[in-house]
């Protein structure tokens, strides 16, 4: 119904847009699931309205017996009180249903210009907002939380400023998640807005797709993989929704939702991304490197402060040529990546650090350590957490800024990951044997996900210098990413 339509009967108005009744004027409280049996009775006057009609209007998919029903009924007779013939509004015909007697009058109220203005506020404010998130600058987030927060002053029963404050809030968060002070009040904060957006809005798939990356980004992957298959059940053809199942999940799961991506988005190169992450854990290297090149190639074409910008490509691309010892492909690829860092992308500073560890990598394998001390300083002057960094900076001779033990679960994230800076620290020491033991066990041990989906082209461990002694960490992996 149009949201601008009242009804009036006898001293008595019903207005939808506001959802009040009033009596000569004066507002009568009113449970919401009893203005909604109310409404189905009074804008069918003189119709007998089963008792199930009555229920699923205003109860929904929700169970319920016809007491509640009847009890309804009961409050709204108290509240209305008698018609002027003395009789009741609210007829009960037995075993049919319940018919509203009285004379009714619809009218549909004009809305005034500024009442118009109001209407489209909150959704002006929600599309620049998400705009200024959709770039995945860094300047762009703190854009959008500060309109969302604006949005949300103003209207702070409205659906989308939740769910917009709760995206803004989880990538800022996203900006440190690397460093060792994460911003866990942005996590907080984003958890309480996107779960108020689902209590607001149940039917909406934007809220159900931000609580689930909000749960994932909170360690909670199960609930968050049931968010969003929700998101997508509602929304079946949003690609966001997929996208972002694709990114919670893993194995065959990230595969289809990726692909599903490029189905109702092609050439999206983060679906790209996601897609060749789990080729990498497979080592099908040269599909890898295929699905990377297909979202270069579209990266290329957008050009900088695209929509939905991409890095990590060039450095994933350098990670596998660097696999297959060809360095100088690596290091092209490498230098391409941090050629990104002034876009300003959330990821910039952690795909920077990452490639100046790959660097760094490289060149102490060819001995170079001078170029290789340089290459992990300018890592950890980027991401001062790196723990892989600091441990080869300490293996390249320079102490200074060299990691004291491994990383913390808290900063790391899994167990996988301190496994693999023991596994780093091992073979940097010639103990190639109890490394690939030390990741295996820790495969073995952890729950289903994509840990450790880096280990065939992780620069330091060169796992393919010593092919049948990580045999069975690789095979391990591979498996669960099937």
Known sequence: MPGGVRYTFDRFELNLQTRRVTAGGDPIPLADR?????????????????????????????????????????????????????????ETIPRRGYRFNGTV????????????EALLAPHRA?????????????????????????????????????????????LQFETTRA?????????????????????????????WASLGFVLDRSGQPLDATAALRRAVM???????????????????????????????LPGFP?????????????????????????GIAVQERQGAHARFSAVGLHWLRGLIHLARSDEAAALAALERELSCESLGHLYSRECGANAWYAIGALHLRQHHLADARLAFARALERLPAHPLARIALAAAGETRGAAAGPPTAQQSGSPIDIAIYQA?????????????????????????????????????????????????????LQSRAS
């Not at 199930?52 to 029903?69: C, K, M, Q, R």
């Not at 972002?244 to 991506?261: F, K, M, N, Q």
């Not at 983060?270 to 297909?294: C, G, N, P, S």
Request: hydrophobic content about 50%; glycine content about 6%; aromatic content about 4%.
């Open 126 to 170: 929600w599309v620049e907002g998400r705009a200024a998130l959709e770039t995945l600058e860094r300047d762009g987030i703190g854009r959008a939380r500060a309109a969302f927060e604006q949005l949300l002053r103003s209207a702070p029963e409205q659906p989308l400023a939740h769910i917009g404050l709760a995206n803004a809030c989880a």
């Open 34 to 90: 009893h203005f909604d049996v109310l409404l189905q009775l009074v804008s069918h006057p003189g119709a007998i309205l089963p008792k199930d009609a009555l229920i699923d209007a205003a109860w929904g998919d929700v169970a319920v017996t016809d007491n509640s029903l009847e009890q309804a009924v009961s409050a709204l007779r108290r509240v209305l009180g008698n018609a002027p013939d003395g009789g009741s509004y609210i």
């Open 105 to 116: 009058a619809r009218a549909a109220a004009r809305q005034t210009d500024e009442a118009l």
């Open 179 to 207: 460093d060792e002070a994460r911003d866990t009040a942005a996590l907080v904060r984003a958890m309480a807005h996107a779960r108020e957006a689902c209590r607001l809005d149940p039917q909406s798939g934007e809220a």
């Open 424 to 476: 780093a620290a091992l073979v940097l020491q010639g103990h190639h044997r109890a490394a690939a033991h030390t990741i295996d066990e820790a495969l073995a041990a952890a729950p289903p996900g994509s840990g450790g989906w880096l280990l065939p082209v992780e620069p330091l461990l060169n796992v393919n210098a010593h092919p049948d002694i990580w045999a069975p960490a690789l095979a391990r």
């Open 234 to 264: 509602l929304e079946p053809d949003n690609w966001r929704h997929h996208f972002r199942l694709s990114y919670v999940g893993w194995g065959e799961d990230r595969l289809r939702e990726a692909r599903r991506t490029l189905a109702l």
């Open 270 to 294: 983060l679906a790209h991304w996601m897609i060749a992450t789990v080729q990498v854990a497979r080592r099908v290297l040269d599909q890898a490197e295929i699905e990377l090149e297909a």
